[in-house]
């Protein structure tokens, strides 16, 4: 099935770095989602974004819906060790189907 | 959000078995879904479990192999028939339920599957 770009694929940072992903797709969404996933769980959300422009923040973690409304960005700072998962972007044109982002793996190391 | 409780959390099959797996949500949502997460993949949709119809099905994936059931607007069932170690993933259930702005998808815990 179709899937979005994100990058980068994995990332291995110091405890109170500042992390950087990106999800790109070829089709316009209406919603863009952030997920997190820990191994032996399912995908939790983190942020959800509804128009082009829209910047939303929770706790440390900010994102990004694209004016071009074809990308999207999650930012965490000054991470910590439980910081560590697998996070997926999601885009969604109706309020049904979701389209998965490839995941970036994040190692966080004290 | 919705509290989603999926049954079993694992299981070791053996080949040419079927495993049914079981979808609880704690309110009644329209729409529920079922996805499969290959190790070390992103997750991909199965199909959409429509309550009172046959399920609709993506792309790649057949009501033989993946019988679904949706009795009432707060359970669904996953079937994953005539297994090989092929099918050995993650199968996730999702909701979709309202916030204050808008649907959004909630999901299980999933349900690790190993066919040996």
């Known amino acids: 099935g179709q899937q979005l770009n994100q990058s980068p694929q994995s990332m291995f940072i110091q405890e109170g770095e500042d992390v950087s992903m990106n999800c790109t797709s070829s089709?316009?969404?209406?919603?863009w989602l952030w997920y997190k996933q820990d191994p032996g769980e399912g995908p939790v959300l983190l942020i959800a974004l509804y128009k082009a422009g829209e910047l939303t923040s929770n706790g440390r973690l900010t994102a990004q819906f694209g004016i071009t409304r074809k990308d999207s960005f999650l930012n965490i700072s000054a991470s910590i060790p439980s910081d560590v998962g697998i996070y997926f972007c999601?885009?969604?044109?109706?309020?049904?189907?979701?389209?998965f982002g490839t995941g970036t793996r994040l190692q966080v190391f004290p | 959000s919705a509290v989603i409780s999926q049954k079993p959390s694992r299981d070791i099959c053996q080949r040419g078995t079927s495993l049914t797996i079981q979808c609880q949500v704690d309110?009644?949502?329209?729409?529920m879904f079922w996805y499969r997460q290959q190790p070390g993949q992103s997750l991909t949709l199965i199909a959409t479990a429509n309550q009172g119809s046959e399920a609709t099905y993506e792309s790649g994936f057949v009501i033989d192999k993946f019988p679904i059931s949706r009795p009432n607007l707060t359970f669904s069932t996953l079937t994953v028939s005539n297994m090989s170690p092929e099918d050995s993933s993650i199968y996730l259930c999702?909701?979709?339920?309202?916030?204050?702005?808008?649907?959004?998808?909630?999901f299980g815990a999933g349900t690790r599957l190993s066919v040996l």
């Open positions: 309110s009644q949502v329209t729409m």
């Open positions: 999601a885009g969604q044109y109706n309020t049904d189907k979701l389209i």
């Open positions: 999702s909701v979709l339920t309202g916030t204050f702005n808008a649907d959004i998808q909630y």
């Open positions: 089709s316009i969404f209406n919603t």
